[in-house]
């Protein structure tokens, strides 16, 4: 089953200031970014952790929680997106099974280090790098971690006031997004002299029609959880 | 030498003492006017309200407003908090200020005092902490849940659909440290959404109550995630009960959805699917709080075409008209519009907010900016240069 949402949506513009920094990332890709990581949390199923030691609802992410929402996408027959890395002889390196991606917080970093010897790998422990993306944290058996600062938290909303924070696990099959006929991405650029009357701004947007789909809702869950301690983040 | 400023207007007629206004901008500066109250002078009421967002007054951004006072004389005034503001509805998970929670009853509704909470019915909601004594008794299992309200009882007590009369539930008094209640500021930015069931009653057709809005129309198809909570002790019927609506597995054809369809929408909690549900487990919400640690909560979701509900703009159009949300009291149209039909709708948005906060000197009635029935023109701007 399809689902389709329709979203024009458009990053205004921008004094030349502001927008500098933009450049160095791909400004149409990042918000696509946020508003299927909008579009996800507000439809897609959650699971909340309970494998954590810290007593909250959700608990802190425990291996046993990779191995459930693995479980359930494997139940449900979703596609994987990665094959395995298969074992070298490089000392501090291991395999890595097929895996689905998970995206989470870069405040979660701290959890992902501390579950090392329990069933975490690093991806600079990974046998090949060649296969990792660049936000890639590491792996815990069938799930290979992604972190962004865009990843979405619920502030202080837990059974105990803690943050909430949204790991999105995702198979092969369950979202995309898709372009609208007719109005395919634009990327506007205008100097300062097309720009205004006195010159002084210049402008870069993209503009785009698109639809969100989650092609198929029993191959995506939330993996909600909290951290195992207040790190001041 | 206007290069990037934006400037709109328009008016409406009020709705209440609050107003919500759509712009493709935030605004810094927004000024108003209560022609109602112009034309025909009145005690107590505001004709002009103003509102920059750098003005500062302490911790506040208050509203400047022109007011008839007691005596009917126009005297200046301010609203410090709850006056107009801009907001954008773009990021999901933003919420308003924590309040803390006197007391619950453990009953069927469950009723919060929250002293002074300023909800009104429709409003979305989350608590935390919600411990009688520290997670040991209490209604923790309400925890973590977006519940819309029910119905306000008084300025102090509202409800939200939650069976808390089991006999794992507590009941909350003496303001238990570290309950608390937020608003959800914008919880439907994509509809329909993901719900948390409260109740399900079984038979023929299976009636599903939500915790907050379903957003659902008839038509839509609908999966749901209940888990299966191994209390201890075990529980008769045990939590949540009625796994058999679980989309998978399909024990007839392995692999295959199990879904089912809207056939009726009683109110915007409460929806009938076309799912026999005759022979299934009772569906039971009462958990053991020693359970809450991990605890994932039954779910309803939407899949397939019929999302959006609304009605075709004329016969054999591919679009529908802007899409609605509900509120407490009539449909909302976004500002994203018109939908493709079987779309998700995108309920992002953006502008400013006239709040019900009331003037600071003149106390001697709550004087709100605007009222029911009040016909209101407003300017909203967005400056190129802003000093300092």
Not at chain 1, 69 to 91: H, Q
Request: aromatic residues 10%; hydrophobic residues 40%; contains cysteine.
């Amino acid at each position: 089953m399809i689902v389709r949402s329709a979203t024009i949506n458009k990053i205004a513009e921008r004094s030349r200031n502001d927008f500098s920094p933009l450049c160095g990332v791909t400004i149409w890709r990042q918000a696509e970014d946020l508003i299927l990581r909008d579009y996800v949390v507000s439809a897609a199923s959650e699971i909340s952790a309970g494998g954590g030691s810290n007593g909250d609802n959700p608990t802190n992410l425990g291996v046993t929680d990779f191995s459930l929402v693995a479980a359930t996408l494997d139940t449900n027959n979703a596609y994987k997106f990665m094959s395995g890395i298969e074992g070298m002889d490089r000392f501090g390196t291991g395999p890595v099974r097929s895996s689905y991606f998970m995206l989470s917080s870069t405040e979660l970093q701290p959890d992902f280090d501390g579950l090392m010897g329990s069933g975490f790998l690093s991806q600079w422990n990974y046998p090949s790098n060649s296969s990792a993306l660049p936000s890639e944290y590491g792996n815990v058996f069938n799930i290979r971690i992604l972190t962004s600062s865009e990843a979405p938290v619920a502030r202080g909303t837990s059974a105990k006031g803690n943050d909430v924070y949204y790991n999105t696990v995702v198979g092969k099959q369950a979202v995309t997004h898709i372009n609208q006929d007719g109005f395919s991405m634009n990327l506007i650029y205008r100097d300062p002299y097309y720009s205004g009357m006195l010159a002084q701004n210049a402008t870069l947007a993209v503009k785009f029609a698109q639809a969100q789909a989650i092609t198929q809702d029993t191959a995506i869950r939330n993996l909600l959880s909290t951290r195992l301690s207040n790190l001041g983040v | 030498m206007t290069e990037y400023s934006r400037m709109a207007k328009g008016s409406f007629t009020a709705v209440g003492t609050s107003a919500i206004v759509n712009l493709p901008f935030q605004p810094d500066f927004v000024e108003i006017w209560n022609y109602s109250i112009i034309k025909t002078a009145a005690a107590n009421k505001v004709a002009h309200a103003w509102w920059d967002n750098k003005l500062q007054d302490g911790s506040n951004n208050p509203t400047m407003v022109e007011i008839y006072n007691n005596a009917s004389a126009v005297v200046f005034d301010t609203i410090q908090t709850n006056g107009i503001s801009a907001f954008q509805a773009g990021q999901l998970l933003q919420y308003g200020p924590t309040k803390q929670i006197i007391g619950a009853t453990a009953a069927n509704p469950v009723v919060f005092n929250v002293t002074a909470h300023g909800y009104q019915v429709g409003d979305t909601v989350v608590f935390e902490g919600l411990y009688q004594t520290q997670f040991t008794a209490g209604m923790a299992q309400m925890s973590n849940i977006q519940f819309t309200i029910s119905v306000v009882g008084d300025a102090d007590h509202f409800t939200v659909k939650w069976d808390g009369s089991g006999s794992n539930y507590t009941a909350l008094s003496a303001s238990p440290s570290g309950a608390t209640v937020k608003k959800v500021l914008y919880p439907f930015l994509y509809v329909p959404q993901v719900s948390v069931i409260s109740a399900i009653t079984l038979g023929a057709t299976t009636t599903i109550v939500t915790t907050d809005y379903h957003n659902f129309e008839v038509g839509q198809q609908v999966a749901f995630r209940i888990p299966n909570v191994a209390a201890v002790p075990a529980l008769s019927p045990p939590a949540w009960g009625t796994t058999q609506l679980n989309s998978l597995p399909n024990l007839l054809t392995p692999g295959a959805p199990n879904y089912g369809y809207v056939v009726s929408v009683t109110d915007n909690w409460t929806f009938v699917v076309n799912i026999n549900s005759s022979a299934y487990t009772a569906f039971n919400v009462n958990i053991p709080i020693v359970n809450v640690p991990g605890l994932s909560f039954p779910q309803v979701l939407s899949v397939g075409d019929v999302n959006t509900g609304g009605n075709i703009i004329s016969a054999g159009s591919p679009l529908y008209p802007s899409p609605q949300f509900p509120t407490s009291t009539n449909r909302v149209p976004t500002i994203n519009g018109p939908a493709i039909r079987g779309a998700f709708v995108n309920n992002t948005s953006q502008g400013f907010v006239i709040g019900s906060g009331a003037a600071a000197a003149d106390v001697s009635a709550a004087v709100t900016m605007i009222a029911n029935t009040n016909i209101v023109y407003w300017h909203a701007y967005l400056h190129d240069l802003s000093l300092p």
